[in-house]
Each structure stands twice: as structure tokens, then as C-alpha cells.
């Protein structure tokens, strides 16, 4: 049987910067930007208790926590201390998939060390509180999506482990919310049809599953039974690579979405320069005034890596949406589909792609 290690590092960014900033240890604080369309990044424990959490906008925790303190965001260093993370990791295996910067799965199926999995994990945790003054939490399972489950129970700075014989059990009372790939739309249409929890999906057929699910109705039944497949991948093939822009003032104006176009455009051509990738595919993100959101692609038969490559398309895009009505508030670009030379050549270890 598989033994599989979920880590979480608790509130990364914001834990980083508490320990390396003494003032602000024990104290509310959410890092991200400080502006009128700023989003909180990731907030410290001390600001979660106000309901503040990530991908709120950094207006609305204001509202909730008066007493805040907003810290610019550091990714160079966060990446740095990450990868610290990566090598009390590799102390143990190399069997290792980054999901971001701050968490990963382990296989430690075939560790000499002598140690259970779940002694692997404590000792990772102690490791990580010791040497680096953070903390994380572990799942530890027979397979990914219990493991993921696991890491979150106990959270901050705690461990669960779900053996296979306890399995079936923990699954009937996990709210469907919980499941791994189960997003807020998707929760409403299994609470349409009276799944609140894994022992009521358990009873759905696959057949129903997949007619309302598609291909994910399958994962929702295996997930409901306990069952996963997935192997830890130690490295991930890089399927794209984009960027985006979250503007202080709403644009309406052809203009003014020019020219920011044109400004992702040339950031975007740079990012494919450094990553060494090229696509067929190209993408256009907008999201509106009120947060609705759109996406228009087109491939072509001629890479993309350059501007000359690049613009027109994304002019070809943005001529199908509607902004005039609709005034705009982030706009973003991405290249994907790529050839077959890069899909064997480009690895990365983390999600990189459309962040702000």
C-alpha cells in the first residue's frame, strides 16, 4: 500500500513575515497590496478570527478587522524559504509534487529510513519549526486525496492520519465542500440533488454522476469510495504561461484597454523569453465592473513568442467582448498548447502562471 504525505506550511507568506518582523508577531496582518483593487494574498491566523481570508479583496478586510496590518508581498524571499522547505523534503525522498509554493505531496512508499510515514511527517514538521521557526501541517494516507483531506483537519500546526480501515467512515461525514475539486458551483448543484456529505454521494450512481459531472463525475465517485489512482509526479510539464493586470479604475474606454493590452502583451512576450516556451494557443481573461468573468481563445498553426505573433490576436479576442457596456477590471493573456519539443523539455514545480 502507498503511503502518501500531504505538507501545508500554515499562512506561509504571512508567517514568513511575522517571524522575520517581530512587531507584527501576534498581531492581525494580511499580505497583499493596499489599495482600492488590492486582494489579500494570505492573512495570518490572528486576522482569520475577523473572517478575513485570501483572494478577499483588501477593502473588505479592512471593513472586518479595523486594526489590520496590510504587508507588501515578497514572493523572492518566499520562494527562497520555500525551497529551504523543498530540501527537508528531499532528506527523505525524492518522490516529491509541488501543488504551489507552499504546499506539496510525498511518496515515501519505498523510504530505507526505517520510519513509518507518519513518523516521516512529524519529523519533517519538527524540521521545519526547528531550523526554519515556521510551521506546517501533514496529512498522511493510503492515497492524494485523503492525504490533502488529512493535512487540513488538524490545521495550523497539526497532523491527522487516515488509515484504510477508517477511510470509508471519514469520507461519509465529510462535507461535500471538503472534496478535493469540489468548488462553490459545483457544491450547489450536489446540494440540488441532496448530497451535503461523501455518505450521500456514495449512494449516487456513477451513470447520474457523469450525466451531470461529465468526466469529473467519475473522480467524485472514486473520491466518495476512498479510491485514488493518482501517482505523486515529481515533476509537472509547464502548459502554459501567462500573466494578468487588476486596474486601479474600471476601463471603458477603447483607448485606455489598448494600451494596457499592449502592456500585457509586452510583458507576457517576456515571461514566454525567460521561461523559454511557446504556444499555439492564445488566451484573453477579462473580468468585469462586477466580477463576472469571460475568456475567449483562438489557436493558430505558427507558434506564439513574439509581440509581432501576439498582438494582433489579442486585438482579434478583445474585439468579441463587449466592455463598453460591461466596463472592465482585469485583463489577462496567456499562451498555451504547446509543441511537442517543449511539452518533453519544460518542467516546473510549482503553478506559476496568472497571478497578480
Known amino acids: 500500500m502507498r503511503k502518501i504525505i500531504h505538507i501545508d506550511m500554515d499562512a506561509f507568506f504571512a508567517s514568513v513575515e511575522q517571524r522575520d518582523k517581530p512587531e507584527l508577531r501576534g498581531k492581525p496582518i494580511a499580505v497583499g497590496f493596499d489599495g482600492p483593487r488590492g486582494v489579500v494574498s494570505t492573512a495570518s491566523y490572528e486576522a482569520r478570527r475577523f473572517g478575513v481570508h485570501s483572494a478577499m479583496s483588501m477593502a473588505r478586510a479592512k471593513m472586518l478587522c479595523p486594526q489590520l496590518i ?11 524559504v520555500s525551497g529551504r ?22 511518496d515515501v512508499t519505498d523510504c530505507d529510513c526505517g520510519m513509518s510515514a507518519t513518523e516521516i511527517a512529524r519529523n519533517i514538521r519538527q524540521a521545519i519549526r526547528d531550523e526554519l521557526l515556521l510551521t506546517a501541517s501533514a496529512g498522511v494516507s ?15 500546526d497539526g497532523m491527522y492520519v487516515i488509515d484504510e480501515e477508517e477511510a470509508l467512515d471519514f469520507i461519509s461525514e465529510l462535507p461535500i465542500e471538503k ?19 461523501g455518505s ?18 467519475i473522480v467524485y465517485y472514486n473520491f466518495a469510495r476512498g479510491i485514488d489512482d493518482r501517482q505523486v509526479e515529481p515533476v509537472r510539464i509547464r ?12 476601463l471603458h474606454r477603447k483607448s485606455a484597454i489598448l494600451i494596457e493590452l499592449y ?3 509586452i510583458e507576457l512576450v517576456g515571461r514566454l523569453r525567460k521561461s523559454d516556451f511557446k504556444g499555439y494557443t492564445l488566451t484573453l481573461k477579462i473580468k468585469f465592473y462586477d466580477f463576472t468573468q469571460i475568456t475567449r481563445s483562438h489557436t493558430v498553426s505558427n507558434v506564439l513568442e513574439t509581440k509581432e505573433d501576439i498582438l494582433p490576436i489579442a486585438k482579434l479576442l478583445l474585439g468579441q467582448v463587449d466592455y463598453k457596456s460591461k466596463p472592465v477590471r482585469l485583463i489577462g493573456l ?9 511539452r518533453r523539455g519544460k518542467w516546473i514545480e510549482g503553478m506559476l502562471d496568472f497571478k497578480d
Open 70 to 80: 496590510i504587508v507588501s508581498s515578497n514572493h523572492a524571499h518566499y520562494k527562497d
Open 85 to 106: 522547505v523543498g530540501e527537508i523534503f528531499r532528506r527523505y525522498t525524492d518522490i516529491i509534487e509541488p501543488l504551489s509554493i507552499d504546499e506539496a505531496f510525498l
Open 142 to 156: 493510503y492515497n492524494k486525496f485523503l492525504a490533502k483531506i488529512a493535512s487540513d483537519y488538524n490545521k495550523p
Open 179 to 197: 472534496f478535493w475539486g469540489v468548488g462553490p458551483k459545483t457544491a450547489q448543484e450536489m446540494h440540488k440533488m441532496g448530497i451535503f456529505n
Open 200 to 217: 450521500q454521494l456514495r449512494k449516487c450512481s456513477l451513470g447520474h454522476l457523469t450525466d451531470v459531472f461529465g468526466k469529473a463525475g
Open 239 to 250: 502548459k502554459s504561461v501567462g500573466c494578468e493586470q487588476t486596474f486601479l479604475d474600471d
Open 263 to 265: 502592456h500585457i502583451v
Open 334 to 342: 496567456s499562451v498555451s498548447n504547446p509543441p511537442d519539443e517543449v
